[in-house]
C-alpha cells in the first residue's frame, strides 16, 4: 500500500500587529461567493502565528503553517524562507 504524505495547512497573510513577544498577528483573506446573489466577497480572519525572534514587521506578506499547539491561541508558525518583506522599513 502506498504511503501518503501530508502537507500540513497553510495560509498567505499579511502581518497586522508584533506587539507580543515571539507572536505575530496575521491576517488572511479569502473570497466567498454568495448563495443568492452569487456576488464575490472578502472575509477575512486572523491567526496569531509564532515568529521566533521577531523578526517579521507590520505590512510583510507571509505564509503561515499549521503546526503543533504552542499556546492557548497558537497553532501556526510563520515560514521565513517565503516571507516578503513590506517597502520603506522604519530600520
Do not use: C, W
Request: zero cysteines.
Amino acid at each position: 500500500m502506498e504511503q501518503k504524505t501530508l502537507r500540513p495547512q497553510s495560509f498567505i497573510g499579511v502581518v497586522v500587529k508584533t506587539a507580543m513577544k515571539d507572536t505575530a498577528t496575521v491576517k488572511v483573506d479569502r473570497y466567498v461567493k454568495n448563495a443568492k446573489y452569487k456576488k464575490y466577497f472578502v472575509r477575512s480572519k486572523k491567526y496569531l502565528a509564532h515568529d521566533p525572534g521577531n523578526t517579521v514587521r507590520v505590512g510583510d506578506t507571509v505564509t503561515i503553517v499549521a503546526t503543533r499547539p504552542i499556546s492557548k491561541l497558537k497553532r501556526f508558525a510563520i515560514d521565513p524562507t517565503k516571507t516578503i518583506h513590506a517597502e520603506g522599513g522604519n530600520d
